[in-house]
């Protein structure tokens, strides 16, 4: 079965993928940007295209989240290239608005966007994930550099921090001498690093928590 364009269905994620792309080359964004703003390798964009790797869900809605086109239209034939608000969304479901949030390899304290570490990256996050941010303190995205130790988030995971005191929250950020990073609270006493290669001595200092997971890493 083909389509208009006499290009079979099989293959029409990966040709819309292809147009997506010559359209945000047009307008100055290279594939590098993309794979930057998306979390993923360049290789997996080219591959992607390519059709050598399968667009999946998960990326679709990563490319809604990131550039505001329909998920759908990456992965259903018969969908429109809608953008912003998602009009067609069903019953009860989170209409989609967007915040941008200065993006970060490591934990830090202070206002995201005059931070010294920050290096003008942003992601625009939408959906339940945006609604998040509403009550959220200084909030920015952290993309993990390092699997968690328990397994529980992996490298290139997106999570976001809010810097305010959320005793109950899993995942605490912490800030001590040798300076700011991630940890849960041990049952009794003392803490644990989300980073196998560190060691928490002393007693540092509550400084924000993790709300959420933002997307997972491919």
Not at 32 to 41: C, D, E, K, N, Y
Not at 48 to 77: K, N, P, T, V
Not at 169 to 183: H, M, P, R, T, Y
Request: with cysteine; hydrophobic share 40%; charged share 25%.
């Amino acid at each position: 079965m083909s389509s208009d364009d006499g290009v079979s269905d099989d293959f029409l994620p990966q040709v819309r993928f292809g147009k997506f792309l010559d359209e945000l080359a047009a307008d100055g964004i290279t594939q590098q940007r993309v794979a930057h703003r998306l979390g993923v390798s360049p290789q997996y964009i080219c591959d992607c295209r390519a059709g050598r790797r399968r667009i999946s869900e998960l990326f679709a809605r990563r490319l809604e989240a990131g550039f505001g086109r329909r998920h759908r239209w990456f992965i259903d034939s018969g969908a429109e290239p809608c953008h912003g608000d998602l009009g067609g969304a069903a019953p009860g479901e989170w209409r989609s608005f967007w915040i941008r949030l200065p993006l970060f390899a490591d934990p830090i304290k202070g206002d995201p966007f005059v931070h010294s570490l920050w290096n003008g990256s942003v992601i625009e996050v939408s959906g339940p994930a945006a609604k998040q941010v509403r009550g959220a303190q200084q909030p920015y995205l952290l993309q993990l550099g390092l699997d968690d130790r328990r397994g529980r988030l992996r490298k290139s995971d997106l999570i976001l921090i809010s810097q305010s005191v959320a005793p109950a929250a899993e995942i605490q950020v912490l800030e001590s001498s040798k300076g700011v990073f991630l940890a849960r609270p041990k049952r009794h006493r003392g803490w644990e690093a989300l980073s196998a290669r560190r060691i928490v001595r002393g007693d540092p200092t509550v400084i924000g928590h993790c709300v959420g997971m933002v997307w997972a890493a491919l």
